[in-house]
């Protein structure tokens, strides 16, 4: 299927981007802090069309925890590296509390990267599932004659 994006970019049905997802387990959350978006990387894992998280206290907690809606990304590359694939999920983030919910999802294989007390389990609630596919561009495409130049020590 062709998007708006381009011949090249094919828009994921929403049962290909949860197969995505299911494989995936790394991403990054986007909350709203104050006055300003912010993004922290976070493992997951899809629980019935829901992505489940668990995470210390702190700014990633308080900002997904408030009425302000949230966004999960999601990208990877096929194993021959020839596409890559981006998935978007935005919608609710909720802190699970109820016993029997929290039973269950202590079962789920959810395992963070980072080391330390992770004790309090999330659950994001999508109200939309959106995903594209698309050629990785050879790098060759974007080299200018600024390319090879010698950039300042700061940069």
Same mark, same amino acid.
């Given at each position: 299927?062709?998007?708006?994006?381009?011949?090249?970019?094919?828009?994921?049905? %929403?049962?290909?981007?949860?197969?995505l $997802? *299911?494989? &995936?387990?790394?991403?990054? +959350? /986007?909350?709203?802090?104050? @006055?300003? !978006?912010?993004?922290?990387?976070?493992?997951?894992? %899809?629980?019935?069309g829901?992505?489940? $998280? *668990?995470? &210390?206290?702190?700014?990633? +907690? /308080?900002?997904?925890?408030t @009425?302000? !809606?949230?966004?999960?990304?999601?990208?990877?590359?096929?194993?021959?590296?020839?596409k890559?694939?981006?998935?978007?999920?935005?919608?609710?983030a909720g802190?699970?509390?109820?016993?029997?919910?929290?039973?269950?999802?202590?079962?789920?294989?959810?395992?963070?990267?980072?080391?330390?007390?992770?004790?309090?389990?999330?659950?994001?609630?999508?109200?939309?599932?959106?995903?594209?596919r698309f050629?990785?561009?050879?790098?060759?495409?974007?080299r200018?004659?600024?390319?090879?130049?010698?950039?300042?020590?700061?940069?």
């Amino acid at each position: 299927m062709t998007g708006t994006h381009g011949s090249d970019v094919e828009e994921l049905a %929403v049962n290909s981007c949860w197969e995505l $997802l *299911r494989d &995936a387990g790394v991403g990054r +959350l /986007a909350v709203w802090v104050e @006055d300003h !978006p912010d993004i922290f990387p976070i493992n997951f894992v %899809v629980d019935h069309g829901t992505l489940v $998280l *668990r995470s &210390a206290e702190g700014t990633k +907690l /308080a900002g997904a925890l408030t @009425d302000v !809606p949230v966004a999960v990304e999601i990208d990877g590359v096929d194993e021959a590296g020839a596409k890559a694939w981006s998935v978007v999920v935005r919608g609710r983030a909720g802190h699970i509390q109820q016993i029997q919910e929290l039973t269950n999802t202590l079962d789920l294989p959810l395992f963070p990267w980072q080391a330390g007390r992770k004790g309090v389990f999330v659950r994001v609630v999508p109200t939309l599932v959106t995903g594209r596919r698309f050629p990785v561009a050879d790098p060759e495409v974007w080299r200018t004659p600024l390319s090879e130049a010698r950039r300042a020590p700061d940069e």
